[in-house]
């Protein structure tokens, strides 16, 4: 990959000879130096410390490099928009950041960079007040609070502060059952103005940015809250592990809160994206819960050709509180995704010592023609996830599992899958092992990676 750095970039020869390509070259060049940008990580992706240590050093990618060159040279300026597009997809946007939400809406009123802007991440990171030295697993965080430096203290104090004062209605709900009204029958916001409020932002960005067509409401404990991330260079002295997410009642709720933004907004902005990715809480593979029921935003799903839905709001135990088990949920068919044929589904628990309600799968004739299912980090003898995958089986041809709750038992599973008329099946057990890719529906069988 290409690196640009400071010293590459003062005026001279090299530039002149650039700057004389064609535009169509010059703007390949700069896409190059920004492919491999690393998007924010997801639960079918490796992430752990390492991610985490990057994210800390700010050393991620070359998109420094990108801003740096494209303020050499007008013309280099004008052909770099394309790069910067797809920057943008993989740039995490946190709606429970002032900074980043005021980001988000100057990048939709730039005119020359809303063409090429085709990706939103979006993501909505809760933490308590404490944050970061709520970390349960080491009870010294309390000591290396006081053993701040005033400097850092009266920082992290203003973080906290902008915190509060970002919409803090929106914030201060105490059972989801009061977001799943914030619509009233013509589904108009009505109850939490902080909330409708910040609809109406997303929604004016999502109006504007109008060639956008992959949404990724993303979640994941391994994430520093944008916010915090300048904090947490500065004050990584060992301790970076405090200022994960981590899984919390906060954390969750900030998190359905930021699921019900994003949806809402893409219906009042009329938007239909074909790649779709939502951190949603799931009990069964074939559904996940919802703010209201899927009629009042069904419109946004009817072009949705890759689905990825990871459950990713932490264990159950944490969510006991108030949290909506019986509200609506959207169910994975045909009639809601008429599109859709690329699934992801994962992290869901399976808890039987805590009896939940069942979603009962669609009828027959509403089975989703999905062709390609990933599954990850879900227990592969879950009773429903066999139920699902027999549904699919007049569509379905690829099966891939990845970094699986039981690695090494997968009989349950195979019988009938074998039934099935696959194409592929591909098991991926290890982090640092490659995919195993098995060929031929009649040869199918257990290959541990």
Request: proline share 6%; with cysteine.
């Amino acid at each position: 990959m290409l690196l640009v750095s400071e010293t590459t970039l003062r005026p001279g020869r090299a530039l002149s000879a650039l700057e004389n390509l064609p535009s169509e070259i010059i703007e390949r060049i700069l896409f190059e130096l920004v492919w491999d940008v690393n998007p924010p990580p997801r639960r079918t992706q490796t992430y752990d410390i390492p991610y985490f240590e990057e994210e800390i050093d700010g050393e991620r990618s070359g998109t420094v490099g990108l801003i740096a060159f494209r303020l050499v040279s007008r013309r280099i300026r004008k052909c770099s928009w394309i790069a910067l597009g797809h920057v943008i997809g993989e740039t995490l946007f946190d709606i429970r950041s002032r900074d980043s939400v005021e980001a988000l809406v100057a990048i939709s009123n730039c005119k020359e960079l809303v063409p090429w802007v085709k990706k939103l991440t979006l993501a909505c990171f809760g933490v308590s007040e404490l944050y970061p030295f709520t970390n349960r697993v080491d009870p010294e965080a309390a000591r290396t609070l006081r053993d701040l430096d005033e400097v850092s203290r009266a920082e992290l104090q203003r973080l906290r502060q902008v915190d509060k004062a970002w919409y803090p209605k929106a914030w201060a709900w105490k059972d989801a059952n009061e977001i799943s009204v914030m619509e009233n029958d013509t589904g108009s916001p009505m109850e939490n103005s902080d909330l409708a409020s910040l609809v109406n932002i997303v929604s004016q960005c999502f109006v504007a940015l109008h060639n956008v067509e992959h949404i990724n409401h993303n979640h994941d404990r391994y994430t520093i809250p944008p916010r915090f991330l300048k904090f947490a260079r500065q004050y990584a002295c060992g301790i970076d592990t405090y200022f994960r997410t981590e899984h919390s009642l906060e954390g969750a709720r900030s998190a359905y809160t930021g699921l019900c933004i994003v949806l809402f907004a893409m219906a009042k902005a009329c938007m239909k994206p074909r790649v779709l990715e939502l951190a949603a809480q799931m009990y069964e593979p074939h559904c996940f819960m919802a703010p209201v029921p899927v009629g009042r935003i069904a419109d946004i799903f009817q072009r949705v050709e890759t689905l990825c839905v990871s459950s990713t709001y932490g264990a159950q135990e944490d969510l006991q509180e108030g949290w909506q088990e019986h509200g609506p949920r959207i169910t994975i068919s045909n009639s809601v995704f008429p599109a859709l044929r690329i699934l992801g589904v994962g992290g869901w628990h399976a808890d039987a010592s805590t009896p939940r309600p069942i979603s009962p799968l669609p009828p027959p004739w509403d089975a989703p023609r999905v062709t390609s299912i990933t599954i990850f980090e879900a227990s592969q003898s879950d009773r429903t996830l066999e139920s699902f995958l027999v549904f699919l089986k007049d569509t379905l041809q690829f099966v891939s599992f990845q970094q699986m709750n039981e690695a090494e038992w997968y009989d349950t599973i195979l019988e009938p899958l074998l039934k099935l008329d696959l194409d592929y099946l591909e098991i991926a057990n290890g982090y640092d092992t490659p995919a195993i890719l098995i060929g031929d529906a009649s040869t199918i069988a257990l290959v541990n990676s």
